[in-house]
């Protein structure tokens, strides 16, 4: 498997042909990252100022927006900027929800838009972070407060960044690999306090055994230098004013540096998948031999 495959696509609007869908899915669902080197999201004249690191509030590093609630946090600015940046979040989640809609026509009725976000913070710079908390170190995506149980994780990249900076990412082998790795390492988490968790609030919804999984990779592999250092982990360049897709929750990836990004969150039940087998939750049944959800 390739760990990136190129698609020549360069509106968010394309009308993809059915072998080009055909292709992204496949190559998508086996944990490769699709890259549009010809898809720029492009900036107004009037949104290039909010290309400064002083876009989010001081000690955070990434502007967030809810498009249900059609609210924006984490941004510095009031009045008419923060209704601006606003704006631009609100045109980047729309026209990605156009994209993946038109390239997995399959699945549209189930797969559900969540959170923007901008990240305008030089990502080589980020200090005082937790080993946990950063994204610096190769890892597949897993949040304690937000259980997926089960469903899948999918971001799109855009690459906003007017100086040619490219992002770049470091990625791991494929998911399958990683599982093996580090299962013999996890511990089984008790089910009365997970309830209890999501009784008062603290996980939007119920810890199953797939997330508990999940979240202990994330943070074994965060942990593990030898991990970390395994030479089959690849650099990759994701240029400037490209946009790229990914399953985060099966792609081992750590960004290395890069300014300036658009990311745009999807859900996806593992039933809408063209290949489900191909699902972390199903790979990790198989190697574990149980139900986890
Ligand atoms: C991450 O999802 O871990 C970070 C990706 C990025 O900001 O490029
Ligand atoms: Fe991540």
């Not at 609630?69 to 923060?82: A, C, V």
């Not at 190697?287 to 986890?292: C, G, H, S, V």
Request: hydrophobic share 40%; net charge positive; aromatic share 8%.
């Amino acid at each position: 498997m390739e760990r990136i495959t190129p698609i020549l696509i360069e509106h968010f609007d394309a009308e993809p042909t059915v072998t080009m869908c055909a292709q992204a899915v496949d190559a998508l669902e086996a944990g490769s990252i699709l890259l549009l080197p010809y898809l720029s999201f492009k900036l107004l004249a009037e949104e290039t100022q909010f290309l400064t690191a002083q876009a989010v509030e001081p000690k955070r590093k990434n502007v967030s927006y809810d498009w249900r609630l059609q609210k924006t946090k984490g941004d510095s600015y009031i009045g008419e900027l923060h209704q601006k940046l606003q704006q631009l979040l609100a045109r980047y989640a729309n026209q990605a929800n156009i994209l993946v809609n038109s390239l997995f026509p399959h699945y549209t009725k189930s797969i559900q838009l969540a959170r923007t976000s901008y990240r305008p913070v030089e990502a080589f710079d980020r200090t005082n972070l937790s080993n946990r908390k950063d994204d610096r170190l190769l890892h597949t995506d897993a949040f304690p407060a937000s259980p997926t149980q089960g469903w899948r994780i999918l971001r799109v990249f855009s690459n906003i960044n007017l100086n040619r900076e490219p992002r770049v990412w470091r990625v791991g082998e494929n998911f399958e690999k990683v599982a093996a790795r580090f299962l013999p390492h996890l511990k089984t988490k008790n089910s009365l306090v997970r309830h209890l968790l999501n009784s008062v609030n603290i996980t939007r919804g119920l810890q199953t055994n797939y997330d508990a999984a999940m979240l202990q990779l994330h943070d074994l592999m965060k942990k593990d230098q030898a991990y970390q250092d395994d030479p089959l982990n690849q650099m990759i360049e994701l240029p400037a004013e490209t946009t790229w897709l990914v399953f985060t929750d099966q792609v081992p990836h750590a960004v290395i540096s890069g300014q300036f990004c658009l990311e745009q969150t999807f859900y996806l039940p593992v039933q809408a998948m063209t290949y489900p087998e191909r699902s972390p939750l199903k790979i990790l049944e198989r190697l574990m031999n149980k139900p986890l959800v």
